[in-house]
């Protein structure tokens, strides 16, 4: 079925009456009263992030993903993700490497747009995109004073199989970085590569 033969859909929500719960220069809460696409009512609330958001994952000459290990305030535990944050009212490309620059250090001499997503779309409105960042090299700035204000504790370089490992087994847990790395599996052609990675039944 082409787009043209696909039926025309309604979404059903009819809102009728919103107001501002909380507002930051990061986000802003509201809250919706709606008439749900089954015909009762109720309230919707809904954070808006002010600026889209920005992945990048940066892959070296030896085919090494470029990762970080930082505390998160809001989950009270460490995570291991890819370089990202928002874009502050830049273009994305220019956020994407301002923070690859500020978090590892590191500058890249290509770039690609791999990819758009949305981060928790049933409470947020929060666009994403995703960088490939090729032929990594050191930056003027190593971004010491950077990773020390948002408490990135480590950056390494992690072949390939290896991130295989820590998604397999759980040890990357942040959801956006999971999105990042399909997104980069896919660009870079790896899916007809790939084995098992140590995977466990789920069930009979």
């Given at each position: ?15 009728t ?15 919706d009263?709606?008439v749900?696409p089954?015909g ?6 809904v954070?808006?992030?002010r600026?889209p958001?920005?992945f ?6 030896y085919e090494?993903?470029v990762l970080i290990?930082l505390y998160r305030?809001?989950?009270a ?8 944050g928002?874009?502050?009212?830049e273009e994305p490309l220019?956020a994407?490497?301002r923070?690859l620059a500020e978090?590892t250090g590191?500058v890249?001499?290509?770039w690609?747009h791999?990819?758009?997503m ?5 409470i947020s ?24 204000e948002?408490g990135?504790?480590?950056?390494r ?16 847990t ?7 790395l399909?997104f980069?599996t896919i660009a870079?052609?790896r899916?007809a590569?790939?084995?098992p ?5 789920a069930?009979p």
């Open positions: 079925m082409t787009d043209e033969e696909r039926p025309v859909r309604t979404n059903g929500w009819t809102t009456s919103t107001r501002e719960i909380y507002a930051n220069p990061w986000i802003r809460v509201r809250e009263a709606v749900r089954d009762g009512t109720g309230i919707y609330g954070v808006e992030v600026h958001s920005v990048v994952v940066a892959i070296d000459e090494r993903v290990d305030f809001t989950t535990s460490w995570s291991t993700e890819v370089p990202a928002s874009t502050d009212g220019v994407a490497k923070e978090e590191l890249a001499d290509s690609d791999i990819g758009d949305t981060s928790l779309n049933g409105n929060a666009p994403e995109h995703v960088f490939l960042a090729r032929g990594l090299r050191a930056a003027p700035d190593d971004g010491t004073a950077s990773r020390a948002e990135i504790a480590d950056v370089r992690v072949p390939w199989r290896e991130v295989q490992q820590l998604l397999a087994t759980g040890r990357i942040d959801a956006e970085t999971i999105a990042a399909m980069a870079t052609g899916f590569d790939q084995g990675a140590g995977l466990t039944p069930g």
